[in-house]
């Protein structure tokens, strides 16, 4: 069982930046694959960002490459979500998730991931 404990949600006027934190329990995070995806009100969850196990490999979706950046630190077990050039469609609640285990390729499906945080509320205001 792993416990994932987001922080750094709030409030932010547009144009801002926002640093997510995620810290994950378990002896074994380097190994994990991480990820950030946001569910706004009314939609869907989607993807945000992905790492791989061993920090070489990164993904963003296309509405906030550029401008947000997935980062890990596994000496203090936390993935990392610097978001920068906040915009009002960039609301939602904010996941991180793992999938533990080496594995190979980039994973982009919520349904890929074993473990889920419980969520922290980004709010961008005009």
């Known amino acids: 069982q792993v416990q994932l404990v987001e922080s750094g949600g709030g409030l932010v006027q547009a144009g801002g930046s926002l640093r997510l934190s995620c810290a994950a329990s378990?002896?074994?995070?380097?190994?994990?694959?991480l990820g950030w995806f946001r569910q706004a009100p009314g939609k869907e969850r989607e993807f945000v960002a992905t790492?791989?196990?061993?920090?070489?490999?990164?993904r963003y979706a296309d509405s906030v490459k550029g401008r947000f950046t997935i980062s890990r630190d596994n000496a203090k077990n936390t993935v990392y979500l610097q978001m920068n050039s906040l915009m009002q469609e960039d609301t939602a609640i904010y996941y991180c998730?793992?999938?533990?285990?080496?594995?190979?390729?980039?994973?982009?499906?919520?349904?890929?991931?074993?473990?889920w945080g419980q969520g922290t509320q980004v709010t961008v205001s005009s």
């Open positions: 790492i791989s196990w061993t920090g070489g490999s990164t």
């Open positions: 998730a793992t999938k533990i285990g080496r594995v190979q390729g980039i994973l982009i499906s919520y349904r890929a991931y074993d473990y």
């Open positions: 378990g002896r074994t995070f380097n190994t994990y694959t």
